[in-house]
Nanobody
């Protein structure tokens, strides 16, 4: 499975961005899809995950109420709508696919990773 993330950029605090992650080479509808991020000098952290069936989602406490994960299985794409962005949201954002249907918040459980897209939020 190949994952291609896009949609990052520079935005002012309080602004919005929508990230996309397009999948190819596999059966997208059979994977839970997650978003993770890594800021400079920090460990990678979980952001959100959506189940293969689109019925369940989980969010990190730091983004609840501001970020929304969604997916379109017909388009093999997962999205991350980010609103009310804060400078501390600045990071490289990665999408990832998990074949085990665990709705996991742990990066080690994900088998496939995209290349990352940079999000920078200015104050």
């Amino acid at each position: 499975v190949q994952l291609q993330a896009s949609g990052g950029g520079l935005v002012q605090a309080g602004g919005s961005l929508r990230l996309s992650c397009a999948a190819s080479g596999g059966t997208f509808s059979r994977y839970d899809m997650g978003w993770f991020r890594q800021a400079p000098g920090k460990e990678r952290e979980f952001v959100a995950v959506i189940s293969w069936s689109i019925t369940s989602t989980r969010y990190a406490d730091s983004v609840k109420g501001r970020f929304t994960i969604s997916r379109d299985n017909a388009k093999n794409t997962v999205y991350l709508q980010m609103n009310s962005l804060k400078p501390e949201d600045t990071a490289v954002y990665y999408c990832a696919a998990d074949i085990d249907f665990e709705l996991s918040m742990r990066g080690i459980k994900y088998e496939y990773w995209g290349q990352g897209t940079q999000v920078t939020v200015s104050s």
